[in-house]
């Protein structure tokens, strides 16, 4: 089918309130998703490779508030549901939304409209609405998802976007680094440690060393106790990501000191408490 020769126009989807502001190219697309009055916020990418979202603490209160504070400000691979609204606009191929919609095979007329004063046609493939000017090319004005939209949702404004924001959209993929999984990031903290005591304590003060290390998929973070024959010997918070380690040292008293040639062990634990 040979292609419009009238200049390309990719689209700038918006959904108010507080829904979504996607702009969509062939690199794929790029945009801010916002609600409860702007407060909770996230951005989305999308490329050839996945979806990724980067989500403010408040964003991810809601779904997920015992691990907002790990989940905040950071990117997330395959988000699942939290991008199950816009899924459909993601995967749209600019040409469903630009200069190039065509009548037949998988859209089809349902019906017409007046929009600004201009007669506009309704099409729909089953799983989308669209209005689209009624003169060729049929240029989209407005998309409505059938089976995912929220009940009496409104129809989702569609404008050209300028160039500029359509090479952002070719780069925004660089904003991306290394992201985990959001199932990834869920899983329970996993946490290793190791201990190393003084060899021979013959001094009034005993001393061990802890090493912790995540060995996990996300951040672990919360607070790290040490303990001498099940007395707190000190603690720390902790915030390391995968991979990394801290270096801890706790002292307690040596309760044999004072015997002269007296021996015996102390028994040192470390503890991992998430936040």
């Not at 005591?197 to 003060?205: D, G, I, K, N």
Request: with cysteine; hydrophobic share 40%; glycine share 8%.
């Amino acid at each position: 089918m040979e292609r419009h020769k009238s200049p390309r126009h990719f689209p700038r989807i918006r959904r108010r309130p507080v829904d979504f502001d996607i702009s969509v190219t062939d690199s794929g697309a790029l945009g801010t998703l916002s609600r409860d009055g702007g407060s909770a916020r996230a951005e989305v990418v999308q490329n050839s490779a996945g979806v990724y979202v980067k989500g403010n603490r408040m964003w991810w209160q809601r779904s997920h508030p015992e691990q907002a504070a790990v989940l905040a400000d950071r990117w997330i691979a395959e988000p699942g549901p939290e991008t199950q609204l816009i899924d459909p606009i993601l995967r749209l191929h600019p040409g469903q939304l630009s200069y190039e919609v065509r009548l037949g095979s998988s859209w089809v007329a349902t019906g017409e409209q007046i929009v600004n004063g201009d007669r506009a046609l309704v099409l729909t493939d089953g799983r989308l609405v669209l209005t689209v000017t009624a003169e060729e090319p049929h240029r989209v004005l407005f998309v409505e998802l059938l089976a995912e939209g929220p009940p009496g949702a409104e129809p989702i404004e569609v404008s050209p976007l300028a160039q500029a924001q359509a090479d952002e959209v070719a780069v925004a993929y660089l904003r991306v680094y290394t992201p985990r999984t959001l199932t990834q990031l869920l899983e329970a903290p996993s946490v290793d440690v190791q201990v190393q005591p003084e060899p021979l304590c013959a001094s009034p003060t005993c001393t061990a060393t802890f090493t912790v290390t995540d060995t996990g998929h996300g951040r672990v973070v919360g607070r790290f106790e040490m303990t001498a024959d099940e007395r707190l010997a000190g603690f720390h918070q902790l915030d390391l990501p995968p991979g990394q380690s801290a270096t801890f040292t706790a002292t307690t008293p040596n309760e044999l000191f004072i015997d002269p040639g007296a021996s015996g062990d102390i028994h040192w634990v470390g503890r991992f408490v998430p936040d």
